[in-house]
């Protein structure tokens, strides 16, 4: 079993981000498209935004490092390094105070009229 440092990978893809053009970098650390499970680690500059999109599943939260704003039309969560959320299951939209890096997890919800994907 491989063991990542999520402080080093945050740490290289904030150096990335700021390389950006767009001022964001994320690397999936683990799952990918065809697992239900993805874990993506997200580095955005201050002031950049994932604009508002929905989750695929049930999805988690985790600031690695730096300040960001988490919003939905039901509320808004400011949350720093350490902290902790669930996604609520609606649209929503990430905002970086200051330059921030975050883990973000999704458990694709299965669907059962597909019997491959069991």
């Known amino acids: 079993m491989e063991t990542v440092s999520l ?4 740490a ?8 950006a ?3 964001r970098s994320s690397i999936t650390v683990y799952g990918g498209r065809d697992r239900h499970l993805r874990q993506t680690l ?13 989750s695929p ?5 985790q600031v690695i490092s ?3 704003v988490l919003s939905t039309e039901a ?3 400011e949350l720093r390094s350490g902290s902790f959320v669930g996604i609520p299951d609606e649209v929503h939209s990430v905002d970086a105070l200051e330059d921030a890096t975050f883990l973000l997890s999704v458990a694709k919800t299965v669907s059962h009229s597909d019997p491959h994907e069991a």
């Open 57 to 61: 599943g049930d999805a988690t939260l």
């Open 42 to 54: 997200i580095a955005l500059l201050a002031g950049q935004r994932l604009p508002e999109h929905a």
């Open 12 to 19: 290289r893809e904030l150096e990335l981000a700021k390389e």
């Open 21 to 23: 053009h767009n001022g």
């Open 75 to 77: 509320g808004r969560w």
């Open 7 to 10: 402080v080093s990978l945050a």
């Open 66 to 68: 730096g300040r960001i």
